[in-house]
């Protein structure tokens, strides 16, 4: 079992910058590749950003590329998501799950994830 607790979601305007952490507990943290997912009021939970196990390969959806960060730090047992030039379409509760799938998978079927943190950025 792995255990997930996001934080570091908020308010903020659009064009400002938010960081995300996912703090994990319980199996070794390092052994799991790290993704963040995101749901938007009425809409299905979308793929974001993945992170490999050592932190040397990363994944984007287009939407973001260019503007968020997805890093981790394996000593701290602990995944960001620095988001940057946030716009109001990133409004959304976001999610940091946990698997054994390859970092370019975008599926939702991560085994672990946590409960979620809101971003809301406004006009």
């Known amino acids: 079992q792995v255990q997930l607790v996001e934080s570091g979601g908020g308010l903020v305007q659009a064009g400002g910058s938010l960081r995300l952490s996912c703090a994990a507990s319980?199996?070794?943290?390092?052994?799991?590749?790290m993704r963040w997912f995101r749901r938007a009021p009425g809409k299905e939970r979308e793929f974001v950003a993945a992170?490999?196990?050592?932190?040397?390969?990363?994944y984007y959806a287009d939407s973001v590329k260019g503007r968020f960060t997805i890093s981790r730090d394996n000593a701290k047992s602990t995944v960001y998501l620095q988001m940057d030039d946030l716009k109001p379409e990133d409004t959304a509760v976001y999610y940091c799950a946990a698997d054994l799938f390859n970092v370019g998978n975008t599926s939702p079927g991560s085994p672990y994830w946590g409960q979620g943190t809101q971003v809301t950025v406004s006009i």
């Open positions: 992170c490999s196990t050592k932190g040397t390969s990363t």
């Open positions: 319980g199996r070794t943290f390092s052994a799991y590749t």
